[in-house]
């Protein structure tokens, strides 16, 4: 069974541009998850946690891409990229979901939204709208993951412990390699002219610090079939069609 979600959202240049996605029974946000360990260090290897958000990049970059009837770009944003609107597919796909604050902003005086614990201080400060406070969420999304914190509020202190000391400290294992933990460092960096001008950039800098396989999707595919297929999760979730 499928169902359409419809994602709408109105522009000040534009009447109204509707985005949907399609959605799966079998797709579960990655804070469905929880119970069955996926936070846990130990139960979520660095190579997945960096294919999630590398999947989470190449989505960011179609939708900062996206033009308009004009066949221009009109720089939208997600507005609340976050681990609970990221949907994990039996498959191995990873969607990014709820397009309900996407919006163009080009002043500050409109209202804050999104997840604080995925929001830059320029956003605290007021500051308008910017496709790369999707690019800080999505490098708060990947310390999340390596930490193993699944709620708001430990990953706000996640990220401050982690902008005032150290990465590696704050993350507490050491199977990270150097030039992923620079790549976050970077990617949080409370300055924003220090970190990833794109989506696209993040993306290219993951790929440095820690080369794709040849298999890695048929690898993540199984790792979240096993997920899926846990006691854990059917106790939550029940079996999937």
């Not at 820690?210 to 029940?238: K, M, Q, T």
């Amino acid at each position: 069974m499928k169902f359409i979600q419809w994602l709408s959202t109105y522009y000040k240049s534009l009447k109204r541009r509707i985005f949907y996605q399609l959605i799966h029974e079998r797709d579960v946000p990655v804070t469905g998850c929880v119970n069955v360990g996926v936070y846990h260090p130990a139960a979520r290897p660095v190579r997945h946690a960096v294919y999630l958000v590398r999947r989470l990049c190449r989505a960011l970059e179609y939708v900062h891409a996206h033009h308009g009837q004009d066949d221009k770009p009109i720089s939208l944003v997600h507005g609340d990229v976050s681990p609970s609107n990221l949907l994990l597919s039996a498959d191995g796909r990873v969607k990014l979901s709820d397009f309900g604050v996407a919006a163009i902003t080009t002043s500050a005086d409109e209202p804050m939204v999104g997840k604080l614990a995925y929001l830059p201080p320029e956003a605290l400060a007021g500051a308008a709208r910017q496709q790369s406070w999707d690019v800080y969420a999505a490098a708060v999304v990947l310390l999340a993951s390596l930490a193993g914190t699944p709620t708001l509020k430990g990953t706000k202190e996640l990220v401050k412990r982690a902008v005032r000391g150290d990465v590696a400290a704050v993350l507490e294992r050491d199977d990270v390699p150097e030039r992923l933990l620079a790549v976050i460092d970077k990617g949080i960096s409370p300055q924003p002219h220090r970190r990833f001008a794109n989506a696209e950039s993040l993306r290219m800098a993951l790929d440095e610090a820690l080369p794709r396989d040849v298999d890695e999707s048929d690898d993540y595919a199984a790792w979240i079939a096993g997920v899926f297929g846990s006691e854990a999760f059917v106790a939550d979730h029940g079996e999937l069609p």
